[in-house]
């Protein structure tokens, strides 16, 4: 699975929003570092936080369990597996916000938004 994947520390230092339609083509134009905006591939066994681990990316995590949301991650294609239990409230997980701990990508093609942990609707699940 090829995963494009953007640092949201980037949008809030340029000032986008995830709701910008071309942020990855933006990300794209602007001079990005290479664990800020880039490509990975995750392999089928692989949670989307392993497959970023295991290709050298040190992106958040805590418990790695599904119930902390250090992990989360937001969706801007693709899709990623969501375990029955987990921290995500439905609102959360509807509008996109998935953790990376424990969902596996079940797209062939995926655009996330990693460290999402900062923005204010999670912080309040942060444990
Ligand atoms: Fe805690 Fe993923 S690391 S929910």
Not at 68 to 86: D, K, M, R, W
């Amino acid at each position: 699975v090829r995963v494009e994947f953007l640092d949201y520390e980037v949008l809030d230092d340029y000032g986008w929003s995830l709701d910008d339609g071309d942020l990855f083509r933006k990300a794209s134009h602007a001079d990005l570092d290479e664990s800020e905006h880039g490509r990975l591939l995750v392999q089928p066994d692989e949670s989307l936080l392993e497959g970023a681990e295991n290709r050298g990316f040190g992106w958040p995590f805590s418990c790695r369990g599904g119930a902390c949301a250090n992990c989360a991650v937001y969706l801007v294609e693709g899709e990623i597996s969501q375990p029955a239990n987990h921290i995500m409230p439905d609102d959360l997980a509807d509008r996109g916000f998935r953790l990376s701990c424990n969902g596996y990508p079940v797209s062939d093609e995926l655009r996330v938004v990693f460290n999402v942990k900062h923005l204010d609707e999670l912080d309040d699940l942060i444990l």
